[in-house]
């Protein structure tokens, strides 16, 4: 009896390991780059099962969503090709070019696979989603009745109405676990899509429960909500894995754009629309902007025994290279022209050495950009930026009066692909006065006109407090001091600067801003570091929009002892902003004094004193 026992389970080994891969896609909605804590940007997210999903496979620290809004990134994921070849830039566009297209589904349904959705849809009516390659349906995105031709337990039903019995994304996770185990003989193509963390905040009091202390409300149901997503990975891998099929298994997990922070981050009551409570720390901007905040996302791919764990992708890649991929592992015959991706897959295992991309490109209404493995060009309206990815994630540093050859080879790239599109041009429509304000504030460094945002915004926006969130990358700022990537302590008189475990290859920063000290003449800056290393000590003068290059100073702390560094200007500019830079290691600042032209006082921003030149 045991020998025929052992002999089935050959038979099913080899028959697993003949037919096609499954592929699963987990997408996540409004998902700022931070929330994921394999991400190590931010302490207070924990996604313990996503995390090991990008130990076993790969975290791609440069992933992107095709648009930084929901419809028209879903459509270009679904169809594998920019949405607006086929007319559907944005959320208000017309679902007549999607509804001619073929979805990855269809394809991979004609193939053979069992197909199925799950969660939100947004892509037209929901009973219509299986006119577009899925044959099961169980469309659940709130905690109300939704369409569905499966139960919970992924049983048919006929498609129509059904009555939410779980937490939308528990029922999701749930269902999608019980139709692999339904279909576990057979070659699976699953669309996870949860609505979370996007508004409204609906996160039960079970997750809640996880994130207790002090924090914005907005904050902690974010944190729950992707708590919720993160278990729901966990239950699905580990059907996979109580299936055998984890090793036939390709997985994604991918947000669908940046987290929208309406500038302020307001932690308004009700959970309704609003900052929706996630970070796109530290990248700059947010949802509805073609910035690095709006669609550089969470991207982690996972195919265990076929992808090499514990990777970091460094390169550039595309939730357009989800079609492609799975259409290269599933041999499908698909046309040169008909998907616009890359199949990642040899650059995940080693077969191939070169990038996927030369560039990556993107359209959404007034905005457009370009980047290649290292820089980007951006349009906004009439406003053009170029900014050096490999140095500058950030995007504070427009550098396209210094590299107009760059700002020039990347336009033209960008316009020749613009005429690719349905509507050909870089903008298909004037920018909004919205979008205007949001480049003011995000790109250009003007203060928010807003309500809420005060005279320190600037002080702010560069801490990662109203621009860009500041959790877990930003300290709480002492006398007006923020530290980036550390923590900020005060002892008696001294500033204490701890860099975090996480920092990674982060530049750690203190910076002073929100103050203004006319004819600066000097800057004398008492400190040690418990190691030697290098202090780089960058300012801003009243009329300036960002840091300049020749605004800045190196210095080089031999050992620990106490040390005074010094900087000197003019003596006829405003002083308005201070970043210093410094070494991975403990940092401290026993004064830092301003001296004025012609003046027996100096100012002091640490500690907020007057004192004797």
């Known amino acids: 009896m045991r020998i025929v026992f052992c002999w089935l389970i050959c038979l099913s080994s080899v028959a697993v390991a003949q037919r096609p891969p499954n592929i699963i896609v987990f997408y996540s909605d409004d998902h700022g780059h931070a929330d994921l804590s394999c991400q ?73 696979y069992v197909t199925a959705q799950f969660g939100k849809w947004h892509l037209g009516p929901t009973p219509q989603i299986t006119d577009h390659g899925f044959q099961y349906v169980f469309a659940q995105n709130a905690n109300r009745p939704f369409a569905a031709n499966i139960d919970l337990d992924a049983e048919d039903r006929p498609m129509g109405t059904l009555k939410n019995q779980r937490y939308h994304i528990d029922g999701c996770s749930e269902a999608a676990a019980a139709l692999i185990r339904r279909f576990s003989d057979q070659p699976l193509f699953l669309y996870v899509a949860y609505r979370a963390p996007h508004v409204p905040l609906d996160a039960p009091q079970k997750y809640l429960d996880r994130f207790p202390g002090e924090m914005p409300e907005r904050r902690r149901q974010a944190l729950a909500m992707l708590s919720a997503v993160d278990d729901g990975v966990g239950l699905v891998r580990k059907t996979l894995q ?14 669908d754009n940046g987290a929208p922070l309406k500038i302020h981050k307001l932690d308004a009551p009700g959970g309704g629309p609003g900052w929706d409570g996630s970070l796109n720390d530290p990248l700059n901007g947010e949802k509805g902007m073609l ?115 760059i700002a020039t080879r990347l ?29 003011d504030y995000y790109l250009d460094g003007k203060p928010a006109s807003q309500p809420g945002v005060g005279p320190r915004s600037a002080a702010r926006k560069d801490a990662g407090g109203a621009g860009r969130g500041g959790i877990g990358v930003s300290s709480p700022s002492i006398q007006g001091w923020f530290a980036r990537y550390a923590k900020l302590s005060q002892r008696q008189q001294t500033l204490n600067v701890t860099p975090l475990e996480k920092a990674g290859n982060a530049n750690v920063a203190l910076i002073k801003s929100g103050f203004e000290v006319a004819q600066a003449r000097a800057l004398k800056l008492q400190c040690s570091t418990d190691q030697p290393g290098k202090v780089t000590v960058a300012w801003r003068l009243k009329g300036q929009k960002d840091f300049q290059a020749e605004c800045r100073k190196v210095f080089t702390l031999t050992d620990s002892t106490p040390q005074t560094l010094q900087v000197d200007f003019d003596g006829d500019e405003t002083l308005i902003h201070l970043r210093i830079n410094l070494p991975k290691t403990g940092f401290t600042i026993t004064s830092a004094d301003v001296l004025q032209q012609n003046r027996e006082q100096s100012i002091s921003l640490w500690p907020m004193k007057r004192i004797k030149d």
């Open 40 to 112: 190590q940007v931010v302490d207070d997210i924990r996604t313990p099962h996503i995390d090991a999903m990008a130990a076993q496979g790969v975290l791609a620290a440069h992933g992107y969503s095709t648009a930084p809004q929901c419809v028209p990134s879903r459509a270009g994921l679904l169809v594998g090709k920019f949405q607006s070849k086929f007319g559907l830039e944005s959320n208000g566009d017309a679902l007549d070019g999607f509804n001619q297209e073929t979805t990855i589904a269809e394809r991979l349904q004609q193939a053979g």
């Open 411 to 439: 336009r033209t790239q960008l316009e020749n692909w613009a005429e690719t599109l349905k509507v050909r041009g870089l903008a298909t429509k004037p920018m909004s006065g919205t979008w205007e304000q949001y480049y």
């Open 242 to 255: 109580e299936c055998g099929l984890s090793e036939q298994t390709l997985v994604f997990f991918i947000g």
């Open 291 to 405: 910035s690095e905040g709006g669609m550089h996302v969470p991207f982690v791919i996972s195919w265990p025994g076929k992808i090499q764990s514990g990777q970091v992708l460094s390169h550039p890649v595309s939730a357009l290279d989800v079609a492609a991929t799975a259409a290269a592992v599933a041999k499908l015959n698909v046309k040169g022209n008909d998907l616009d991706g890359v199949n990642l897959l040899p650059h995940l295992t080693g077969e191939a050495k070169t990038a996927p991309h030369d560039y990556l490109m993107w359209r959404w209404i007034a905005q457009s950009a370009v980047r290649d493995a290292r820089y980007k060009y951006l349009r906004g309206g009439q406003r053009e930026y170029l900014f050096d990815l490999q140095e500058d994630i950030e995007e504070k540093h427009n550098l396209l009066d210094q590299h107009p050859e």
